[in-house]
Structure formats: C-alpha cells, structure tokens
C-alpha cells in the first residue's frame, strides 16, 4: 500500500538526518518540501465558526481577544477561563450540553464566570508577540476586578502560569489543566515533534502563511486531519450510543468546532517552539515577559494541576513537574482524569466529576 501524503510528512520529520540542522540552501528547500507534504493543497473554503452553547454577551473587545461573559449573577468571586490559543477556537469550553465546561463550573456554583475568546491573527497581527498577549490578559484581569481566579487550558496554562508569575498579586487560585510547563519533565507526541523538528520547517509555516501560521495549514500539520466516529465518541464520553440520532447530532456539532481553526501571528508561533517547547524556558526560570524574567517561585497562591492520563499532547509529567518550580508554601492540588487531551475540557465524565470538584475547591477560602 502506497503511504499518503501525511505519512510521508511525517516519517519525513523524523528522519534523523534533518535533527542536525545546517543554514544552507538545502535545509531551506526541504523544508519547503516537507511543509508542502504536510500541509497539502489550500483549503477552498473557509469552515464556518462555531457558535456558543451557553448564553453570554461580549464585555470588552480588544484587538488581540475577546472578553466573553457567561455569568449568572454578580455573586462570589471571578473567575476566568484561559483559553488555548493554539489551533481551535475558544468554544472548546462551551461545546454542547453536557460537554461544556463552562455548564459544569456553572452548575458547580461559579457564579461570575468568564473566557478569553482569542481572536484569529488578521494580516495586521502577524507582529504580535507573546508579550501583546500576555499584556491583552492584563487588561482583561484589570477590567474584571484586578484579581481573578485563573483557569488555564492546554497553552493557555503555560499563559496562565507566566501570567501570576509576572504579576502574583492578580491571581488569587490558579488552575492548570493539560498544560505543558516543564517540556523536559515527560515525552509527548507534540513536544518531541517540537523538539525533533527543524526550526526552518516552522519558519517555511510561517512564510507560507505569509507571517501567519494559517489554522488550515497547522491542522493539518499537527493534528489528524479527520477524527473516525469512534475517537469522537472518546473524547466526548456521551451517554447516547453512536448509532443514536442524538449522538450524531453531537457529533457534527464536534466536527464543526474540530474543523475551525484560528491563524495565529508568525511571531508568537515561533517564539512558543522556540521558548516555550525547544528551550524549556518557562521551567529554567530563563522566560522573559513583559520586561521581566520570570520566576515561578514567585507563585503564592493555591494551584489545581489537572492531567489527562491519556494524554499523548501533554504528558502528565510535564504538568505535575510544576510543583518543583513553585515556593515551598505554595499549596497544590493534584488530580489526574481517565481521559485524553480534548476529554479534558470535553468529556462528559470528566466535566461532572473532577471539574466538580474544582469548583468547590475554588469556591472554599484560600
């Protein structure tokens, strides 16, 4: 059987000859080739974006990300969900009924409860830096009070954690779920492609986008391009079978968020593998943000780390590895769920049990 284009991208990236990276021309031209295999031809049409489950109103727009409000009343402390900003967009938390994170803590008691819905990177971003992010959450922190309790997902927990780090009187609990802090702590399939790939490769990504990294082009890239019914069902743990009308409903709603993606800036892409994922900078105290090193001991507040056992986009060692980095009074929560990565914020088990359990331990006294 012949291999397909995504087979060949991917035994391509990891022949060893490439993990020995050289300027010349030759690595360049390559690595144009190896992007055109991954990626493939241009997506015709652009997918529709995905609309939200739970009612909310937009209460601040800025250029970077949208402030997106899903509270019930004005009671109890706020709270605020960092969304990745990755590949799909922010609506990974509110996807259908019973599989919406935002229900879970709401049903929880969270009463004033809101998300950073990240923009998509228009040509006139393609500058923006993971400073210009970090700075956008600040505004946002301010808006709301100055201090929040913080939930940070996938990428937006490394986000997260720099954040209350650089400012550690804004964050009064912190909860990290399936975020990759501590890249040399565990092997996951994402860091150890991360790590084996040639930074050329993602600059042709970049180029490509012409100073975007394109959603379309990355999903391919980095992710299966068409999850089967059976892993769909995985991740979502529903109550119907697969055979159900229900569960096919559920199903496309999935695919229609799966298939949306956002462009980011070429400059916060690079800096993230670079930073973040090739030096581990975050977890040597060596991160810069916003003029400032910075230091994780820093931290003072209490932290949740939230693993997914399955979980083969952040091992749970690149997690839990947090705790090493905090002050010896910093408190921390562990818990890992029987899930994988997207079961995290998705799986209707995981959301009525241990997300449960994280809002009462956000709503009990520090």
């Known amino acids: 059987m012949n291999p397909t284009h995504r087979e060949l991208a991917s035994m391509a990236l990891l022949w060893p000859a490439l993990a020995a990276e050289s300027a010349s021309e030759f690595a360049s031209v390559l690595a144009r080739e190896l992007v055109g ?78 998300v950073t819905d990240w923009r998509s990177a228009t040509a006139e971003m393609r500058f923006h830096t993971i400073d210009d992010y970090l700075a956008a959450l600040n505004v946002l922190i301010d808006e709301l009070g100055g201090a929040v ?24 609990k912190l909860v ?86 956002v462009d980011l800036p070429g400059i916060y892409y690079l800096q993230i593998v670079q930073q973040l994922f090739k030096e581990n900078r975050l ?20 932290l949740f780390l939230l693993a997914a056992r399955d979980d083969d986009v952040v091992a749970p060692e690149q997690i839990f590895a947090t705790k090493k980095l905090l002050h010896a009074d910093c408190s921390v929560t562990s818990a890992v769920a029987p899930c994988g990565h997207l079961g995290l914020f998705m799986g209707r088990r995981v959301l009525s049990t241990v997300w449960t359990d994280i809002a009462r331990w956000l709503a009990q006294s520090a």
């Open 176 to 261: 990290l779920a399936g975020a990759p802090i501590d890249i040399a702590a565990g092997r996951s399939k994402l860091s150890v492609l991360a790590n084996s790939t040639p930074a050329s490769v993602f600059d042709e990504l970049v180029e490509l986008g012409e100073g975007r990294v394109l959603g379309h082009h990355a999903l391919q890239f980095w992710a299966p391009q068409d999850l089967d019914r059976d892993e769909i069902s995985r991740i979502l743990q529903p109550v119907q079978a697969e055979s159900s009308a229900v569960f096919q409903r559920l199903e496309s709603r999935f695919r229609k968020w799966y298939g949306w993606t």
């Open 283 to 302: 977890a040597t105290g060596t991160f810069a943000a916003l003029g400032r090193r910075v230091d994780v001991s820093n931290v003072r507040c209490p």
């Open 149 to 172: 309790d913080l939930i940070g997902l996938c990428q937006g927990g490394w986000m997260s954690l720099a954040y209350a780090a650089r400012f550690p009187g804004k964050v009064r």
């Open 37 to 114: 295999l991954a990626v493939g031809p241009e997506a015709e049409t652009r997918a529709e974006e995905p609309e939200w489950t739970t009612r909310n109103r937009a209460a601040l727009e800025l250029t970077a990300v949208r402030l997106r409000d899903f509270s019930s009343s004005s009671e109890g402390a706020t709270t605020l969900i960092c969304a990745p900003f990755a590949l799909h967009g922010a609506a990974i938390v509110d996807l259908a009924t019973r599989h919406s994170l935002v229900e879970a803590l709401r049903g929880a008691g969270i009463h004033r409860l809101f």
